[in-house]
T-cell receptor, first 113, second 115 residues
Framework: DQQVKQNSPSLSVQEGRISILNCDYTNSMFDYFLWYKKYPAEGPTFLIS?????DKNEDGRFTVFLNKSAKHLSLHIVPSQPGDSAVYFC????????????FGTGTSLTVIP | NAGVMQNPRHLVRRRGQEARLRCSPMKGHSHVYWYRQLPEEGLKFMVY????????ESGMPKERFSAEFPKEGPSILRIQQVVRGDSAAYFCASSRLAGGPGEQYFGPGTRLTVT
């Protein structure tokens, strides 16, 4: 039962352009959302988060948007850089268990120089 | 300030052997989470522990898997009588606070291969 879904397994973007990664969730109880970035042979690294009381959170080149009515969030990276090439996971928590994060299956981003 | 440490990074076991995976959380973190990533899948929650207590093991397989986080020393994920389907990357994460809000910091993972 995949409660957090990333339907695009891969994305290619030209350097300097915007990368948009999407994530959908099914559980309306989720109230905290995060994006993680993962390089091969390394653990996921926290990137940015957003709580359900907000609809946007920005940190430098990274912005996360949350649309609660659509149960959808997206990560915008602008401008994209070759070093951004990695797998990006979205995660959600707050379904009442308080303990676990539910992860999507990841989107592999390639930024072409 | 060392991050989350996991060892070994790679572990090869034959079917039927035991696998022991270790995780040392970040300094000041008393919450530990174990996740498993099967090939082509996202990370799946297995268990959440605080010192000497299992808080949530809803993601743990019912048999052969166990976890502990003793008062002293690292957290251990133990898999008895491993089978080929246990081959995966096992990630440990730690946090200062329980659940959210607050991010979990991940270790580099242990890649288990069962032959």
């Amino acid at each position: 039962d995949q409660q957090v879904k990333q339907n695009s397994p891969s994305l290619s973007v030209q350097e300097g352009r915007i990368s948009i990664l999407n994530c959908d969730y099914t559980n309306s109880m989720f109230d905290y959302f995060l994006w993680y970035k993962k390089y091969p042979a390394e653990g996921p690294t926290f990137l940015i988060s957003i709580s359900s009381i907000k609809d946007k959170n920005e940190d430098g080149r990274f912005t996360v948007f949350l649309n609660k009515s659509a149960k959808h969030l997206s990560l915008h990276i602008v401008p994209s850089q070759p070093g951004d090439s990695a797998v990006y996971f979205c995660a959600a928590s707050g379904d009442g268990t308080g303990n676990q994060f539910y992860f999507g299956t990841g989107t592999s981003l390639t930024v072409i120089p | 300030n060392a991050g989350v440490m996991q060892n070994p990074r790679h572990l090869v076991r034959r079917r039927g052997q035991e696998a022991r995976l270790r995780c040392s959380p970040m300094k000041g973190h008393s919450h530990v989470y174990w996740y498993r990533q099967l090939p082509e899948e996202g990370l799946k929650f297995m268990v959440y522990l605080q010192k000497e207590n299992i808080i949530d093991e809803s993601g743990m397989p019912k048999e052969r898997f166990s976890a502990e986080f003793p008062k002293e020393g690292p957290s251990i994920l133990r898999i008895q009588q491993v089978v080929r389907g246990d081959s995966a990357a096992y990630f440990c994460a730690s946090s200062r606070l329980a659940g959210g809000p607050g991010e979990q910091y991940f270790g580099p993972g242990t890649r288990l291969t069962v032959t």
